[in-house]
């Protein structure tokens, strides 16, 4: 364990934030996303949810604020009913850390899985909820 960096983060996903440059992206996977599949990077957080692996993130990634939209999600197919709440816990959590986050880039179910397979990196969570996956660019550092 470290000081100042949540335990949610392991050593190995510290190690891929941190190899990780301007631009590179990071898929953060919910439990039904085919990660080992796609990812060139496979990143396990076996027990976790999205959102609390998003704040601990967020807390050491920056958002690539020289894109209109620095995070996307995997958009609903349509005619599925679903409508995703989670994408509005997912709102807050990046407006505390990036205020100046407007909104999301919604990116078709294949779309998302052909970018994904260009990731710098798969985080696969446990997380239960449909339609949780999503997508950050990371931004520089300026302090």
């Known amino acids: 364990m470290l000081k100042g960096i949540s335990p949610i983060i392991s ?3 510290l190690k891929v934030l941190m190899e990780m440059g301007h631009g590179d992206e990071l898929v953060i996977a919910d439990g039904n996303f085919p990660s080992a599949s796609i990812a060139q990077r496979l990143v396990r957080s076996d027990g976790n949810n999205v959102p609390e692996l998003l704040e601990a993130i967020l807390q050491l990634f920056p958002l690539d604020q ?3 939209k620095p995070a996307a999600l995997m958009a609903v197919v349509p005619g599925d009913p679903t409508v995703p709440v989670i994408w509005e816990e997912y709102r807050a959590i990046i407006a ?3 205020p100046g986050f407007q909104d999301f880039e ?3 179910r294949f779309a998302f899985y052909e970018r994904a397979r260009k990731a710098y990196a798969v985080l696969a ?4 909820a449909l339609y949780a996956n999503l997508i950050l660019k990371k931004g520089v550092v300026k302090d």
């Open 106 to 108: 919604p990116v078709e």
């Open 11 to 13: 050593p190995e996903l």
């Open 96 to 98: 505390r850390h990036e």
């Open 125 to 128: 969570s446990s997380e239960k």
């Open 66 to 68: 020289y894109v209109e």
